[in-house]
C-alpha cells in the first residue's frame, strides 16, 4: 500500500489533493501535517503545496525517510531550489506550476519569443486577492523562459481569480499586437495535475525532475 503524506493538508489546496487522491488512488493511504509537526509514521511520498519555510521542512522529511518528494510551492529561495536539483539519493519533482496547460504555455511563449525577437514584449498577471507573492512563482517561471526581466512583469490581486498569465509582443512600428494568455478557471486543475505528477514521480528512480521530465516521459522519451 502506497502511503502519501500531505503537506499542509488542511489547508485548500492540501484538502483539494487528498480529495483527487482518494478518487485516484482508492487503496492508498493519506496522511496530512501541517508546519512544525513531527510525522512518526512511514511514507512513500510527500506532495508540498504550501509556502517556504513549510516545504524545506518537508523535503528534509523527504530526505530522512527516502520518500519522493513533490513541490509546487513558490517564491522559494533560490538556494533550496539548487539543493532539490542536486538531488540524487530520493526522485524530488518541482514545478512553480504543476497545470500541464501552463508547460505548453510556456513551450508556445519560448518559441513566440524566439520567432519575433525585435518585438517588445510585455507580461502581465493576475491573482486572487489572498496571493502572498507578486509577482508569483509562475510569473518569474515564465519570465525565465523569455528572458524577460521579472521587475518589469505587471501584475493584479482582485477577487477570486485562480490565475491568468498573459505575454504580449508588439511590432517595432506599433502596428501590430500578439498576446498569448493562459487562464486556469478552476484551482482544483493544479491538484488533479499534481495527483497525475505524483503517481508517476512513484515510478521514477532517484534524482530530480520537472514538468519537462514528465512531458517528455508522457511521449515516450527518456530523461
Known amino acids: 500500500m502506497t502511503t502519501f503524506l500531505i503537506n499542509g493538508g488542511q489547508g485548500k489546496m492540501g484538502q483539494m489533493i487528498t480529495d483527487i487522491l482518494r478518487q485516484a488512488a482508492p487503496d492508498a493511504k493519506i496522511l496530512s501535517r501541517e508546519q512544525g509537526q513531527n510525522i512518526d509514521e512511514k511514507f512513500d511520498i510527500i506532495i508540498d503545496f ?6 524545506m521542512e518537508a523535503f528534509l522529511l523527504a530526505k530522512q525517510n527516502k520518500a519522493a518528494f513533490l513541490c509546487g510551492t513558490t517564491n522559494l529561495p533560490i538556494e533550496f531550489i539548487d539543493e532539490m536539483r542536486r538531488t540524487k539519493d530520493f526522485a524530488v519533482f518541482y514545478s512553480p506550476n504543476v497545470s500541464t496547460g501552463m508547460y505548453l504555455f510556456r513551450e508556445l511563449i519560448k518559441k513566440a519569443a524566439a520567432d519575433y525577437p ?20 509562475t510569473a518569474k517561471m515564465l519570465a525565465a523562459a523569455v528572458d524577460f526581466p521579472t521587475d518589469l512583469i505587471t501584475y493584479e490581486r482582485i477577487g477570486t481569480v485562480p490565475g491568468t498569465h498573459s505575454f504580449t509582443l508588439t511590432s517595432p512600428t506599433g502596428d501590430e499586437k500578439i498576446t498569448l494568455t493562459h487562464e486556469a478557471a478552476d484551482r482544483k486543475l493544479f491538484a488533479q ?3 497525475k505528477v505524483a503517481l508517476w514521480l512513484l515510478k521514477q528512480p532517484a ?17
Do not use: I
Open 50 to 55: 504550501t509556502l517556504p519555510k513549510g516545504a
Open 207 to 223: 534524482g530530480f525532475y520537472d514538468m519537462h521530465d514528465y512531458f517528455a516521459a508522457l511521449n515516450g522519451e527518456g530523461k
Open 118 to 137: 525585435d518585438y517588445q514584449r510585455a507580461m502581465h498577471e493576475v491573482h486572487h486577492a489572498q496571493k502572498k507573492d507578486a509577482p508569483s512563482g
Open 193 to 195: 495535475s499534481a495527483v
